[in-house]
């Protein structure tokens, strides 16, 4: 498995942006899809975006899309999150999480698919 560590959570007002960071360690990220999930309390984690091996496919949660960029830099083995026009609604904790697959276009929105987590970051949107 590989180690992931996500950084850049933080309080923002509503309409502010952040972007969230995930390094990860001990393998390569090339050989992974990879998501990004996130938790509110009292409800169940939930898919914002995923982005294949390649990175030239990506898919976005409903609630993000138009609004959210998931994106990969391989030679830094990280992956980002850049959240735009964030809405209290997004506060949550953010989750990255790496799928194995040996198919370079394939990514998947189910949290079952993904053997690797990070511990999370928290994101705060003030109304």
């Known amino acids: 498995q590989v180690q992931l560590v996500e950084s850049g959570g933080g309080l923002v007002q509503a309409g502010g942006s952040l972007r969230l960071s995930c390094a990860a360690s001990g393998r390569t990220l090339s050989s992974y899809a990879m998501g990004w999930f996130r938790q509110a309390p009292g409800k169940v984690r939930e898919i914002v975006a995923a982005?294949?091996?390649?990175?030239?496919?990506?898919g976005y949660g409903d609630s993000v899309k138009g609004r959210f960029t998931i994106s990969r830099d391989d030679a830094k083995n990280t992956v980002y999150l850049q959240m735009d026009s964030l809405k209290p609604e997004d506060t949550a904790v953010y989750y990255c999480?790496?799928?194995?697959?040996?198919?370079?276009?394939?990514?998947?929105?189910?949290?079952?698919?993904?053997?690797?987590w990070g511990q999370g970051t928290q994101v705060t949107v003030s109304s």
């Open positions: 999480a790496a799928k194995p697959t040996y198919y370079p276009e394939n990514y998947g929105f189910s949290p079952n698919e993904y053997d690797s």
């Open positions: 982005i294949s091996r390649s990175g030239r496919r990506t």
